[in-house]
């Protein structure tokens, strides 16, 4: 009987580790592989995160400061320590320097914006004084405007549309926008087009001040004085060191005139406080704001223009930097030339303890565990390159530099990157090309969240459907914002980024109180979160490490694909309706008849009508697409030898490049991928297959017909290197 009992729990025991069955190895490896993992995971410590945060946070560290340097080297010693082959690799960029910063308010009355966050109690890393970067927007114009204010919202596409209707022009004038609605890049991007001359941008208390919560020190939210700074580089058109676009900024690369650098934006811009934009938004007369447009400070929010007029001076010292990129490589015992890719910055723009050092210190906690294994004797098949990344800030420029540098090896040789950035408390979120998007799923399975003892993917999926969503676990789409941008869109290696967060909101953000003090207090006080970071994270960059077949998986990418195809398909319904509807109003005389006579009425103008485009190009090559697919899923790869499966992964690892196109994206080349891109005019937020839905968006017919097909085209080469990858399956 007892015998019997045993035999059961053996058998039933035997079964539980076959449903944990992972993708990417043979069922006898997957044991070997889940040890590994269960060994990694248990050498974490929270110590070290905290005393490394502390350490690296202490002071500002910007790009080409002393301090950024001395925690470069710091790493440097540490990545060597672990037994990693270490260097520090150094690019000249462009960097400006604030010399002149001067906003005053000339008429009805005069003010001189402060421009200073002030020091607060019981934070001694916010009475630094000079050595505290002054808050700027990095890659504004120099420039010296005095002109009338309006107020334009959040300065997006939208916004210009409001103020057309209200007969609002900003030709020749200064613009201020609040902070949030789009990536802080397109509003100066936006308002040169529109014939603006300056641009203030400030933060509003409705969006990370007082009305969210008590403010600094009181709470984690931005105080009247709190500047974000930040960098208005025009990073859609592409990323990095502006002078050296498309190649590495050596020494000795040749370099474009600053004059003719595309990405400085075309005219002064300036972050600031809500105590400095009060005065101004106050002086300002004309429209009442919409309400949507209105913010959380006390006063009657008007559009303008005028009559406040401000004065804009801005001068920067404009020099070259050097950047420090440190690059530590655990050679692979078998496949040393498949690079598993592992990068976080570690630049900030005063402390960062949030952002970056967080999410660095959990990189750096990764890696020290996976070093010491592999002096154990636990060495990963595939080399792992953990790479720390310097001036992200400016403009993703150190990690941008490195991959056009390295482009052709990294090219042939990397099999995935995986980013971090500043991480927070509360949910996982995880981003990247879907092919990975079965890995990290079972990976999420396996990491416990720290707060509730269920899987990091329990959880997240409960947060999900609360706020309407269903029981699957979806990659979201990567747009940009991090260093991932250069390795997925430029380079076309697959590419992850990973974080938690949803429970550690402030405001703190780029600006001075984004310190440890303040990370301790609001953001994830025991690092819980931060080792639950270095967990999956090294999860992920293990299993494809030691995969027997790389862990891509092409069913969860069609899918979506095939959801992005169906929302521009519906969106250019939706367009058609909105005109249709419009035009019929305008000839029923309905807006007049609707107006209020008080007010100035301007005659809305007849829409072009919307004309239908063939997707039949696409729909085809997503049909070839579904069959090649299920032709690969069906073959058994367990039962190829290793030699065979060595061929077979050198090829499954060059999957991502099939979805880029060398010609890249309608005036922006540099962008290669097809599928995922940041918005022309959001930034960092997505666009999915970018080169139609944008041409859809701003009515480009021809443009978007054109698109279609070569859309069809990169979906036609994914499918030939599927199909090759089933010849090579099938030749054994
Ligand atoms: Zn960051």
Known sequence: ??????????????????????????????????????????????????????????????????????????????????????????????????????????????????????????DTYTEQGEELLPSYNAFSADGDVEAELVFVNYGIPADYEELEKLGIDVKGKIVIAKYYGS?????????????????????????????RGDVYPEGAFKNKTGVQRGSVM???????????????????????????????????VLPISYEDASPLLEALQGPVAPASWRGGLPLTYHIGPGPAKVHLKLEFDWQLKPAYNVIATLAGSEYPNEWVLRGNHHDAWVHGAADPVSGMVALMEEARVVGELAKKGQRPKRTIVYCAWDAEEPGLIGSTEWVEHHKEELQKKAVAYINTDGNGRGFFNAGGSHT???????????????????SIKERKIARDMINGGNNKFKLYALGSGSDYTPFIQHAGIASLNLGFGGENAGGEYH?????????????????????????????????????????????PLYETVSTYLEEIMKSCETMRKVVEK????????????????????FEPKKKESIPFLDFTPIQNSMTSLGATIALFNAINLNSLSDSELEILNKKLMHSELALTDDS????????????YAPGFYTGYGVKTLPGVREAVEQKEWPEAQEQIKKLAQTLNKLNNHIESLCVLAKKK
């Open 1 to 122: 009987m007892k015998k019997q009992y045993l035999a059961i729990l053996l058998a039933l025991s035997v079964l539980a580790l076959n449903a944990q069955n992972i993708t990417g190895f043979k069922p006898e490896n997957v044991k070997k592989q889940l040890d590994l993992e269960t060994a990694f995971e248990s050498n974490i410590s929270t110590g070290n995160l905290d005393s490394w945060m502390k350490k690296m946070a202490a002071r500002p560290h910007y790009v080409g400061t002393e301090y950024g340097k001395e925690n470069a080297e710091w790493m440097l010693k540490q990545f060597k320590s672990w037994g990693y082959d270490a260097k520090i690799e150094t690019y000249q960029i462009l960097f400006p320097y604030p010399k002149v910063r001067i906003l005053e308010l000339t008429e009805p009355t005069n003010y001189n914006a402060k421009l200073t966050a002030v020091p607060v109690a019981g």
């Open 183 to 211: 990536w802080r890049g397109i509003k100066p991007k936006l308002a040169a087009e529109k014939g603006a001359i300056g641009c203030i941008i400030y933060s509003d208390p409705e969006d990370d001040g007082y009305v």
């Open 234 to 268: 025009d990073m859609p058109l592409y990323p990095g060191d502006v002078l050296t676009p498309g190649y590495g900024a050596t020494e000795e690369a040749d370099r474009l005139d600053r004059k003719d650098a595309p990405t400085i934006t075309k005219i002064p």
């Open 436 to 454: 990975l998007q079965t890995l990290v799923s079972e990976v999420a399975n396996a990491v416990t969240d720290p707060q509730k003892g269920v």
């Open 511 to 555: 600006t001075i109180y984004d310190t440890y003090t303040h990370y301790k207090r609001f953001k994830d006080p025991d690092f819980a979160y931060g080792a639950a970071l270095a967990k999956t994270a090294g999860r992920i960059v293990l299993r494809l490490a030691n995969a027997d077949i790389l862990p891509f998986a092409f069913d």
């Open 582 to 601: 419009h035009n019929k109003l305008i000839g029923e005389n309905a807006f007049y008849l609707a107006s209020d006579p008080t007010k100035p009425y």
């Open 664 to 675: 890249g994206l309608p005036r922006r080349s540099w962008y290669k991928h097809q599928i």
